[in-house]
């Protein structure tokens, strides 16, 4: 019985294809009035979109719930249906303008597949947003694998202030594994690399991000490697949790233990905020932290302040973070990897706790 009505729903939603019709994170569809509901402790920054097409995406990343060969299709779907409504983008921008006359509206994200009618798309997608609340800023998040000096210059004349890079994988090998040919896949870690530097040189210092995964395999050492990298050319880089996806090639997989992605997220904030310098970041054979030459006191201040545990994302209109993501990296319930909040002091306890800190931090 519910497999019939899913197989009806997914028929009628498979007809429903972008530009017209969007995706909507549940978060921001709750945002919009869109969907009944409220969330736990915080509001939804940043009204996230995502195209639909039948096939979800052509490319084939193992850990993502749209890749072309997944197994477990129905599954998979009814996670991506719950998740993400679909609802007609006109409809979607029209409330986008109401929200922003009624309180504002911190970001707008229009993120794309690959999928030979996704430029044109998210042209004709960015146009519509930015036509019906032209104050609200707007995020591309682009498969860079589609794109071109041209292309992203259109975006930006279609209303687009920032580029979103979905680099993913933090070293090449675990790229090439996980997003190109080792996955069966479309994606060039050289050529996300090469359009990340156009799209810096076109849009200006941070209003370019690579969003950065913890979890695909990588080491400690490759994910400060790029935190550098990032900072050095003044380009963002925001940190993604790996989540299993039911029905993807790596849903057996474990996410990484909480004591690391804490730690992780701490020597971020230290590098740039605190200039940790690189040569205070001491490594075990294996390429995790061994040791952070920080002082103590800085140290401190770095977790009292807390945004060190937040989500990280792309900032409204004033430079505050807007992109939070609810339930982006975990499930309700489950522990936040990544707040989307301002932790409290009873957060923060419990951040202190997964941390273990005394293990790489002395006095
Ligand atoms: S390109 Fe993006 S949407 Fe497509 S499979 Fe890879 S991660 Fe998923
Ligand atoms: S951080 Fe958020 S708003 Fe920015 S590109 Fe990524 S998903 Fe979009």
Redesign the pocket.
């Known amino acids: 019985m519910t497999t019939d009505i899913l197989t009806m729903t997914e028929r009628s939603e498979s007809t429903k294809l972008s530009p017209d019709y969007v995706r909507i994170s549940a978060a921001a569809a709750m945002e919009l009035g869109l969907k009944p509901g409220r969330l736990h402790r915080c509001n939804c920054g ?1 009204i ?1 979109l995502l195209q639909n097409y039948p096939e979800g995406c052509f490319a084939n990343c193992s850990y993502c719930g749209l890749a072309r060969e997944r197994p477990g299709i129905a599954e998979l779907n009814s996670f991506i249906r719950v998740d993400w409504p679909l609802y007609p983008t006109p409809l979607v921008a029209e409330k986008i303008a109401e929200r922003e006359a009624n309180g504002g509206v911190g ?5 794309q597949v690959q999928d030979g009618r996704a430029n044109e798309d998210l042209l004709t997608m960015t146009k519509m947003v930015h036509d019906a609340a032209p104050e609200v800023p707007i ?3 682009i498969t860079a694998t589609l794109m071109d000096r041209e292309i992203l210059a259109e975006i930006k004349e279609a209303g687009a202030d ?5 680099m993913d994988a933090a070293n090449e090998e675990v790229f090439y594994n996980t997003r190109g040919k080792g996955a069966k896949g479309p994606h060039d870690w050289d050529y996300h690399w090469e359009i990340t530097y156009i799209a810096r040189e076109m849009y200006g210092p941070y209003r370019v ?1 690579c ?1 950065i995964i913890i979890g695909l395999g990588e080491t400690d050492k490759d994910l400060v490697n790029v935190f550098y990298k990032c900072k050095k050319d003044q380009i ?1 880089a ?1 940190l993604f949790s790996f989540n299993p996806e039911p029905g993807t090639a790596m849903q057996d997989l474990e996410r990484q233990p909480i004591d690391r992605h804490r730690r992780i997220q701490l020597v971020k904030q230290l590098i740039e905020k605190n200039r940790l310098p690189r040569e205070a970041i001491e490594f075990d054979e294996n390429g995790f932290i061994s040791h952070v030459g920080s002082p103590l006191k800085e140290v401190d201040k770095a977790i009292e302040e807390g945004d060190a545990f937040m989500t ?3 900032p409204d209109r004033d430079g505050v973070m ?2 939070n ?1 609810p339930c982006g990296s975990y499930r309700p319930g489950e522990e936040y990897r990544d707040y989307p909040f301002k932790p409290n002091s009873k957060d923060l306890e419990l951040i202190r706790k997964e941390m273990q800190l005394s293990d790489i931090i002395t006095a």
């Open positions: 940043c996230n970001r707008v994200c229009i993120a995020s591309a998040l920032i580029i979103g890079i979905g991000n969003h963002s925001y990280d994302g792309c807007a992109c993501r």
